[in-house]
């Protein structure tokens, strides 16, 4: 009688422990699942004086994993390496509701400060806003070695300051990667935009 009462009890353990372990890892799965690179995922665009063109960021990207620009020997203006938040066949495209999401984080290697404009969406849906100011944040130097930075969407503050507008995250369109005095030789490498929920 004893060992007809220790069986249910074991496979009753036995199933607890399986119910356990399989929602462990479905977990898991359910966070990889719910970050977005896009690094892997969305064409990069490149304006300014760089010697790489979109062609070559994007062949280094989908060979190497990793998109990297460098300024020209004699820089003048700016150079902005943008990516769209939703892949897009150009360099515009619909805004992206990122209100599940509660940070980006970015693997990077910059030999200069790099601003990190988040460009939302114009009035209409259809499109990025162009020109003017922008929501962003900076991304210091680090020449020697990559790091990753987890930046809650809530830094991106209007032209970076304190007292700037939130970002709508609403209405995410795409981010730009700005050096604004970019020197010969002046380089940016990123591994991973990663978008968390």
Known sequence: MKTQKQVPISLFLLLIICC????????KENNQESVFNLVE??????AGPA??????????????GIV??????????????????????????????????????ITYRSSHLIKLQA???????????HGGSH???????????????????TNFRQDGLSSGRLLNIHNLCKFNFVNYNPVAGASLEIKSVLIHN
């Not at 995922?41 to 490149?46: A, G, Q, V």
């Open 20 to 27: 356990c372990f399989l929602f462990g890892f479905s977990s």
């Open 41 to 46: 995922k969305s064409t990069w665009y490149i």
């Open 51 to 64: 010697n790489e063109n979109q062609e070559t960021i994007n062949n280094l990207r989908l060979k190497n």
């Open 68 to 105: 990297k620009v460098t300024a020209n020997d004699h820089p003048k203006g700016e150079i902005e390496l943008n990516v769209m938040i939703t892949p897009s066949d150009s360099n515009d495209g619909k805004p992206t509701n990122v209100s599940e999401s509660k940070f980006v984080s």
């Open 119 to 129: 460009r939302e969406g114009n009035e209409n849906g259809t499109g990025c806003v």
């Open 135 to 153: 929501p962003r944040v900076d991304l210091n130097p680090s020449p020697k070695k990559f790091i990753k930075v987890k930046i809650p969407w």
